[in-house]
């Protein structure tokens, strides 16, 4: 069960000095009964009801303090381009603000994924391909089946394919760093 002290915290942290009175209000509790007041005492124990309600009012008043201190902060204009920099789907641009921002081994890392996986992406489209036959369109041969087309060379063609696999899987890997940090920049912090 929480304590009192943790009830007594969370109607500070929303209503400073008068918790009582506005949070008894906020819950549309009588002020005459004295429901807050006992349940700041330990008297009276706070139900899980009370509870719920107390967290989304903590939720709702976090939420509009946020939209405003994003406004209040010239600093959250400037994360807000950083985090558009960084959600750009070009990783040209994605590597040159990591760097920027003093990621320089993401950023290396990330532009040399992106090169990679054109490299990978460029060696299986020069595989050569000729058009399928009926036999090899109905043996449920997927490529064959939707694009009409085989790979003249398999084995190389499965090479390829290997390559650019494990190059996607980098690639993304690295996107997902990017994303992790373009979302620390919402909660004020840029995990260097």
Known sequence: MRDTNFFRACGEAL?????QNELARS????????????????SLAVSPRTWTRLAM???????????????????????????EALRDPRPEIVASCLTGM??????????????HYDVARARLEAVPRRPATAAEKASGDMMAAVSGEVYVD?????AAWKELHEATGRLNELKQQVEDIADSLDHGYDPL
């Open 57 to 83: 009012l903590m939720r709702q008043r976090g939420m509009a303090l946020q939209a405003l201190a994003a406004q209040a902060d010239p600093q959250d204009e400037a994360a807000a381009r950083i985090r």
């Open 27 to 42: 819950l549309g509790m009588s002020l005459q009964s004295g429901g807050i007041r006992k349940m700041a005492s330990g």
């Open 15 to 19: 209503f400073g000095g008068t918790w």
């Open 154 to 158: 398999a084995a190389a063609a499965d």
């Open 102 to 115: 003093g990621h320089y081994r993401l950023g290396t890392d990330l532009a040399f994924a992106a090169e």
